[in-house]
């Protein structure tokens, strides 16, 4: 499969030199250290609306930071190269396929009716341009670390509401889910297993450390299936962390928890990615 990228942005990506900025049109953040072989992305990080759409939605603030991921570009800065979406899901899905990415039914949205009215072409296509070049950047970056060492690795960071998971029956949602629904299964057993042993290993103050894998969610978003499609070399680990970190009604966060998960994160995907690229790298 064509893998989508930007010539330009591979040529600094191919450089030693750290690469920061924003994607052409907004949208996302970035910081690459070439030298790594992975990334960490909080694609549902974002909490801003254009404003030209604001007026149009039906729903509040309140209501879209329920479903957005706070704090989850906070939790992947420790990491050595992360991208972190700037945008609110409200408004285009990153997780989502292309036709599915804008919300503009109820039942794209947790059956939320998101806009009052239908949205102009224009707004539809200016939210897409800023879909699309969220993957020419990821699909830059993995051209470039392939190239490198063979190989990369994703660590997709998400995190989900315990109240609706708890709705739907599960008595005891755990603290991490790893989604590998869509892996290779076999060809990644290590790594996969490697991960999620190193999760169990994070003692986050107040919290019980809990590990699953497809327990809640069993990864089956848009960034996972479109990036393990591109190459076999590319390994994504969704992984989803329940906002115990945070009161998930009113938005109050716990700083002293999100800081030390930032810093156990990243730890562990410094450490993860090593033994990845010395089990699965170039020889």
Request: one cysteine or more; proline letters at 5%.
């Amino acid at each position: 499969m064509t893998i989508p990228s930007d010539p330009e942005i591979e040529k600094k990506l191919l450089s030693d030199t750290l690469y920061r900025g924003e994607g052409e049109f907004g949208g996302f953040s970035f910081s690459v250290d070439p030298s790594a072989p992975y990334i960490a992305t909080a694609i549902h990080a974002g909490k801003n609306v254009r404003d030209e759409l604001v007026p149009l939605m039906k729903i509040n603030a309140k209501e879209r930071f329920f479903e957005e991921d706070p704090e989850t570009n906070t939790l992947i800065q420790a990491a050595e190269s992360a991208v972190w979406g700037l945008d609110s899901r409200s408004e285009y899905d990153l997780n989502r396929p292309e036709k599915e990415a804008l919300p503009l039914t109820p039942e794209k949205f947790w059956g939320m009716q998101v806009y009052r009215a239908p949205l102009k072409k224009e707004m539809i296509q200016l939210s897409l341009n800023k879909y699309h070049q969220f993957y020419t950047f990821m699909g830059s970056w993995a051209k470039s670390a392939l190239r490198r060492f063979g190989v990369c690795v994703v660590y997709d960071i998400h995190s989900y509401n315990l109240g609706r998971q708890i709705q739907k029956g599960f008595s005891s949602p755990p603290f991490f889910n790893v989604g590998t629904r869509q892996l290779d299964r076999q060809r990644w057993k290590t790594a996969i297993e490697d991960w999620i042993d190193r999760l169990h290993g994070l003692a986050i103050p107040g919290i019980e450390t809990t590990v699953a894998e497809n327990c809640v969610f069993q990864g089956e978003g848009e960034l996972c299936r479109k990036m393990t499609r591109w190459d076999e070399g590319i390994l994504v680990l969704p992984t989803e962390i329940a906002k115990v970190y945070m009161d998930e009604k009113n938005g109050i966060v716990d700083q002293e928890k999100v800081t030390a998960l930032r810093n156990h994160l990243g730890n562990a995907m410094a450490d993860h990615s090593c033994a990845f690229l010395q089990q699965y790298g170039k020889p």
